[in-house]
């Protein structure tokens, strides 16, 4: 299910923390309700919290799938579930359109509105789907007889520990640290339309020329997205093949913003890949 309640999805519900109250006040008493013990979709401590989700994707006997809000990170999970062919059982509320053909699978919609005299027969529905779910999986995925899936995945085995993958992911961003530190030592000359070392008077290659357009595009954006949203946490970066990378951790951009950002890298010949979690 969605983690973060996000700026349009706040409006739409009239709850700013919507996702976390379905959690607590239907599924996870649905859950309990079922006989099972819920693991929920978060995780702390030394563990790197996508590591944890695919993890517990795998092990899990039964997983509650919530379609709602076409959630891109959902959508994710719910093939790396299928793929390994593992039961599922999938729900969804009165305002999605599935974006794909169910027919002979068997969806739950529940009542967004969480509403104190119906939340009791909300959690008894999709308590009995769950076990519905449970028989009628027996053990397999649904989608795969619905599409004709034939090839199971293999679950993913690593050697690495969570310590060693955040030191590479911490390597990742000094790198780019260093790439922006290197970008603010150079200095332009209007008059020759080249880039050049501070105190060196070295012309850069146009290949550095555009590298370096990029960095100060990225620092551009960063100090964009500070100054709208003060309070969330984002990281951008570029790669060497032109793609700007706008990681929004807190969920905190709307789609009007999600557009503006996607028009305004796209026009400077650049890719934007945005993630929100």
Not at 12 to 22: K, P
Not at 157 to 168: L, N, Q, W, Y
Not at 251 to 266: H, N, Q, V
Request: net charge negative; charged share 25%; proline share 5%.
């Amino acid at each position: 299910m969605p983690i973060t309640t996000h700026i349009d999805e706040a409006k739409l519900y009239g709850d700013s923390e919507h996702w976390i109250h379905v959690r607590e006040s239907l599924f996870i008493k649905a859950i309990e309700s079922a006989g099972m013990r819920p693991v929920l979709p978060v995780a702390s401590g030394a563990d790197l919290i996508h590591a944890r989700i695919i993890k517990n994707l795998i092990e899990c006997e039964m997983v509650l799938c919530d379609l709602s809000g076409h959630n891109p990170n959902v959508f994710f999970e719910l093939g790396v579930r299928t793929s390994l062919n593992r039961p599922i059982a999938l729900v969804k509320d009165e305002h999605l359109s599935i974006p794909f053909d169910t027919n002979g699978i068997n969806v739950l919609t529940y009542a967004s509105d969480l509403r104190p005299w119906g939340i009791e027969n909300a959690i008894d529905a999709l308590s009995e789907h769950i076990s519905e779910s449970v028989r009628t999986c027996a053990g397999e995925n649904p989608l795969w007889s619905r599409f004709g899936l034939t090839l199971t995945a293999e679950s993913p085995v690593t050697d690495e520990s969570p310590t060693e993958a955040k030191i590479d992911l911490m390597a990742e961003q000094l790198a780019t640290l260093l790439a922006a530190q290197e970008t603010k030592n150079r200095v332009w000359n209007p008059d020759s339309s080249s880039f050049f070392s501070a105190g060196l008077g070295m012309p850069k290659s146009d290949d550095e020329g555009v590298s370096i357009r990029r960095q100060s595009l990225v620092r551009d954006i960063s100090a964009d997205l500070r100054s709208k949203h003060p309070s969330a946490r984002f990281e951008v970066s570029t790669t060497a093949n032109g793609e700007v990378t706008i990681r929004d951790f807190d969920g905190a951009l709307d789609s009007a913003e999600r557009e503006s950002y996607f028009d305004r890298i796209e026009g400077a010949g650049m890719q934007l890949r945005l993630v929100s979690y």
